[in-house]
């Protein structure tokens, strides 16, 4: 349907109330002076009859007489009316215009009626004689108190009809000025009406804008005014009250991004709701593809549907571990509940998935610790107690088989005390470095390198390992040096131990990004690239049986990557079976 201003709706109505208003005015104006105009005619009539009346009295009254039918034109000549004389019985006995004995009898006329009752008779209509309109004022003549005639005067009714004209035009061009004016006034009330009325719209499409700071004015009357200071109230309780939604959004929204844990709502008809970055980036979709969809069709994970299918079903909240597969298995903890509406009624499902794969692999490897630090302390006491029940039971008693059993005593306790000193050195270098923080300074590295490979060199001179470096002198780094050249001695013991016959290279260079890099490089059997994740993790051996014949506690690397660790640098391996390896220290320069 086609809608229209309000001031083209109003307008016609007002425009015809108008015209029809000056219509009935210029009907009943007219009307009235036309009226008016008779009115006087007949009053004047009615003096001129009655002074006719009074020459006529005494005048014959017989139809016969030429003196009264001169008499009579006389006097209609004097009053400029047309004279009749109406005997009793509606016989004309003389007539100004017309010969009497060719009229009719006149007893119907309403004039004659009520001047024979002896009133005045007045009366407008075509008359039969002269073919136009006339008005007509009749008298009653009487003789001793007896109506012996009437005497009727009539003037036509076209001078009557021609008088007002220039009235007439005057009324008619009064009454389109009024027209006009009122069509005007009709105009400006309409204009003030609908005026305030569209700022008001104005301003509430403003409203539905979000604009909420803009006013609608205030008109000066009463309706309009209370109508803009309610859509003014309105619109600043709007503004507060989204503000505040907006407030409690954003504080939602940046609460939910930047948790770690995956955060999943679904309605009762499994149709997501909520996705946190973190959920996500875990279910590799976005939110605004996957609202509204169904928690089958969203996410991919049977374990994870499921679990949803469960909370909906439980009235407490329910607990489970999921994996994921997307693209390292993660396992995550879900956590499900009922989401609950203002109104206390169930609208959904939260659930919350929290990351617990490091977790699970640092209990796994605490769990690997304990094992392996009771199998290589158990390995030691176990071979001493055994050699020392053997010479309890008579070996002692053999010089030279007691002296076998007590070396390797002494070498299964040497190395328990190795194991307990890397153990003890591992857990200092943590605790300084995670409380108050290993004291650093700036120096150069050439004089590390050299002491590592000093420290070293009795072993690769058994071994027929050679050993080089390759520094500059000015390379410099903020750095523990006696820990430093811990960790670069056990990378140089471990290179020289598996390159047997072989070469180790130690090497410092500059990277970009203001880096260093120490590299210690060996010519050995090299390392399988399965066991590469796990190479710095306590106990860990590639080879179990040959990293003990060896001598190794198995803690060497792990001490390596925590005086790293502390001195905020990273490190790196490069390896290929039978071609050697490259382990790296990476630190700030500087």
């Known amino acids: 349907m086609r809608r229209k201003p309000l001031v083209w709706q109003l307008f016609p109505i007002y425009f015809a109330i108008t015209v029809i208003s000056v219509l009935i005015f210029a009907v009943f104006a007219s009307s009235a002076l036309k009226e008016f105009y008779y009115s006087q005619v007949e009053a004047d009539l009615e003096v001129r009859t009655r002074l006719v009346g009074k020459d006529i009295e005494g005048a014959r009254l017989n139809p016969s007489d030429k003196t009264l039918a001169a008499t009579v034109r006389s006097l209609a000549d004097m009053s400029q009316a047309r004279v009749t004389i109406i005997s009793p019985t509606g016989n004309v006995i003389a007539d100004s215009q017309t010969n009497p004995r060719k009229m009719e009898n ?127 109230g309105m619109a600043s309780q709007l503004d ?105 009624k169930k609208i959904g499902v939260l659930v919350v998935l929290n990351d617990i794969t490091q977790t699970r692999n640092l209990e796994n490897m605490r769990k690997d610790f304990v094992a392996n630090v009771s199998h290589e302390l158990k390995t030691p006491i176990t071979s001493i107690k055994g050699f020392v029940e053997t010479l309890r039971e008579g070996a002692i008693n053999d010089p030279e088989k007691a002296r076998d059993f007590l070396e390797i005593v002494a070498r299964q306790a040497e190395r328990l005390d190795a194991i307990i000193d890397d153990l003890l050195a591992l857990s200092r270098i943590e605790q300084q470095a995670g409380t ?111 990293s003990r014949k060896m001598g190794g506690t198995g803690l060497g690397l792990a001490i390596v990557k925590h005086i790293v660790q502390a001195h905020h640098g990273r490190t790196e391996v490069e390896t290929s079976p039978g071609k050697g390896s490259t382990f790296s220290i990476i630190l700030p320069e500087g």
């Open 436 to 546: 108050r923080g290993i004291e650093m300074v700036s120096g150069h590295i050439r004089g590390i390198l050299n002491a590592a490979v000093a420290n070293v060199q009795p072993k690769a001179v058994e071994q027929n390992v050679s050993v080089a470096i390759e520094c500059d002198g000015d390379i410099a780094a903020v750095i523990n040096a006696p820990l430093l050249e811990q960790a670069v001695t056990n990378l140089v013991d471990n290179a020289v131990k598996y390159s047997p016959g072989g070469s180790v290279m130690v090497k410092a260079e500059r990277l970009p990004d203001r880096e260093i890099a120490i590299r210690v490089i060996d010519t050995g059997a090299g390392i399988e690239p399965e066991h590469i994740p796990r190479l710095f993790e306590r106990f860990y051996r590639v080879d179990k049986a040959r």
């Open 106 to 232: 006149h007893s119907d006329r309403p004039e004659f009626r009520r001047a024979l009752a002896g009133e005045v008779g007045r009366a407008r209509r075509v008359s039969p004689t002269l073919r136009f309109t006339m008005v007509y004022l009749a008298i009653p003549i009487k003789h001793d108190g007896r109506v012996v005639a009437v005497l009727r005067t009539a003037q036509p009714a076209t001078a009557l009809d021609s008088a007002p004209l220039a009235t007439y035009h005057h009324i008619f061009i009064g009454a389109l000025l009024i027209a006009a004016f009122a069509v005007l006034a009709s105009l400006l009330a309409v204009r003030r009406i609908s005026n305030p009325l569209q700022k008001i719209k104005e301003a509430a499409g403003r409203f539905a804008d979000g604009d909420f700071r803009t006013r609608a004015p205030l008109s000066d009357t009463d309706e309009f005014a209370s109508l803009a200071e309610t859509l003014n």
């Open 240 to 344: 507060t009250q989204l503000r505040t939604i907006t407030q409690q959004s954003g504080e939602r929204q940046a609460i939910l991004s930047s948790m770690k844990e995956a955060v999943i709502a679904i309605d009762n008809d499994d149709r997501m709701l909520i996705l946190n970055p973190t959920a996500e980036r875990l279910l590799g979709v976005k939110l605004e593809s996957v609202k509204g969809k169904t928690i089958q069709e969203a996410v991919r994970n049977p374990d994870l549907q499921r679990f949803f299918e469960k909370t909906h079903i439980s009235q407490a909240p329910t607990t489970d571990e999921i994996v994921f597969r997307t693209p390292a298995e993660t396992l995550m903890q879900a956590m499900g509940t009922a989401l609950v509406g203002l109104d206390e």
